[in-house]
DNA sequence: AACTCGGGGCA
DNA sequence: TGCCCAGAGTT
């Protein structure tokens, strides 16, 4: 396990590898936000703001989802995988929306967790990025990357993961090191190739060295 | 813990 | 062409 100081600056190199890093999901407010991050499940933030570009003139509220029939939204975003199953979820989440939220979106993980196609991945965004509430989201590229570079155990649960990174990291840049994580491990730590090679972290990751002699050995 | 959904991206 | 994937829900 790394101290703060180490994990801290590990974080702060991978910001020089990608430092017009501004690929995110493009909203106007915590409602559009939701859909945006509910629909970026296993895709790319790219091919969301492709389809969330028409969507959101199209569907400006809870209420606009569920007018339409299920058939109709989901060939409105049926360039994304799943999106039989998002289509249904964004109609049910506005349901519950409508029903139980006066048609806003919640500012607590259980009433956001609770509506459909919202985890705990989806939930920490919101939270974060929709309400400035403290948290931190953690999916594989940030699961892999922290366990790699041994700021976090191979054995740790995402749960441990979240609770690791807020700990060693100051909550003022946790926004930041989601980011960086993201693109570190989206383009260069990468999960069946990564470029350990000429990494810049490469002296201080056991998993890259241990990589790098097995690939010379082999 | 293991499986399923799924079109796009990429080798 | 065939593999993998910026999750979540179900069993």
Redesign the pocket.
């Known amino acids: 396990m790394r101290t703060k100081k180490e994990a801290q600056d590990a974080i702060r190199v991978m910001g020089t590898l990608f430092p017009e890093a501004e ?1 995110e999901l493009n909203f106007r407010n915590p409602f559009e936000l939701l859909i945006a ?2 629909l ?9 703001n ?1 389809v969330t570009k028409h969507l959101f003139e199209k569907y400006r509220d809870p209420k606009a989802y569920i007018a339409v029939p299920l058939e109709e939204l989901q060939h409105d975003i ?9 289509a249904k ?1 964004i109609q049910s989440l506005c349901y519950t929306l409508l029903e139980k939220h006066g048609g806003n979106v919640p500012q607590t993980r259980e009433e956001l ?1 609770a ?9 920490n ?1 919101v939270l974060s990025v929709a309400f400035g509430i403290p948290a931190i989201a953690v ?3 940030v699961e ?1 990357v922290t366990k790699r570079l041994g700021i976090c155990r191979w054995k740790d ?1 995402v749960r441990q993961v979240e609770d690791t990174l807020m700990k060693k990291l100051e909550k003022e840049t946790w926004g930041d090191a989601h980011h960086r994580l ?2 570190f ?3 260069h730590c ?4 990564p470029r350990c090679p000429n990494c810049p972290l490469l002296d201080r990751c056991r998993e890259g060295q241990k990589r790098l002699k097995k690939q010379t050995t082999g």
């Open positions: 690929c991050v509910v970026s499940a296993q895709c790319t933030d790219a091919l969301v492709r049926r360039s994304i995988g799943l999106f039989r199953n998002k979820n967790e509506l459909a196609g919202v985890g705990r991945k989806t939930a965004v999916d594989t590229h892999r649960t993201i693109f491990g989206r383009y990468k999960a069946q190739s």
